[in-house]
């Protein structure tokens, strides 16, 4: 009778625990149901992704191992395409503009975007002022490079201006010493518009009493930014961050319009990788380089994905609730 009790009891717990693991009466095919919705609403994207992005990687991949100029035949060369990339300063310095854009500009515009948010935040037409913001991000590059073509001229108006306030000497904006400046001057310029209405809609989502119980604390302006707005925003920040450093490397209309002139290419101290590439492929005066130039595009992807996934670890922040 007792061994006949313990198994009962056993065999008592093993149905307990089976009923307790066991889900309830129609969750399995509501869970069925879900992961079919799933692959029916991901299965065309996953397609268009493999046809639109992974296929063509791949295919440039393969490219680059080639010596090709488009119509003859390949010939095979292995990684000395790359090892050519290397030992080219004119790639080396091209690699270092692009770095450079993509830092130093980055961190100039999230600086005035974010400086922008906090006056913009304490404006009474605030919506006003970030339409004027956006505004420079939907002028095309071709305007900018006509508009500087104008203004900073040795004789436009910003010479002549400098000239009328004492200065003999003005500066030659347009110098092939001084492109580098411009144009990451209206790269920062046109872009910090373009952060700032997105950082301003994050902003808004922010519920008021959180600043009203920051300031009966006694926070000020920088102490509510600090430890309210930035925290509370840090997904769109990161997110941000992301979308600067995917744009950034793949600068290519205002180098042209601002260095070029009359057909010929832009002096190469303004290059960035992707003017590197554009111009390996499409030369003026030489045999197009296709396998050298996808080696250098694959570089520059290379490096967006590793920017991209350290500013993901840095920036990732356990989320917060309201």
Known sequence: MSTATIQDSSRTRRARGGSASRPPVGAAPLERSRRRMFWAFTTPAVLIYVVLFLVPVGYAAWTSLYKWDGIGPKKWRGLKNYQTLWQDPIFRHSLTNTLKILLVG??????????LMLILREMNRKLFARSVLFFPCLVNAMVFGIAAGVLFS?????????????????PQWLATEHLQTMILGTLVWTATGYYTAILMAAVDQIPEYLYEAAELDGANAFQRFRHVTLPMCWDV?????????VSSVK????ILMYGGSSGSQPPSD????????????FPTASTPQLGLATAAALVSLFLVVVFTVVLRRLL??????Y
Request: glycine share 6%; net charge negative.
């Open 154 to 170: 040795p004789t436009g108006p910003v010479n002549k201006t400098l000239e009328a306030l004492g200065w003999s000497h003005p």
């Open 251 to 254: 600068i290519f209309e205002l």
């Open 316 to 321: 990732r922040r356990d989320p917060v609730e």
């Open 106 to 115: 980055g961190l100039l515009t999230f600086a005035f975007a974010f400086a």
């Open 237 to 245: 920040i990161s997110v941000c961050a992301v979308l600067w450093t």
């Open 270 to 281: 303004s290059w960035n990788t992707a003017m590197y590439v554009y111009i390996e492929a």
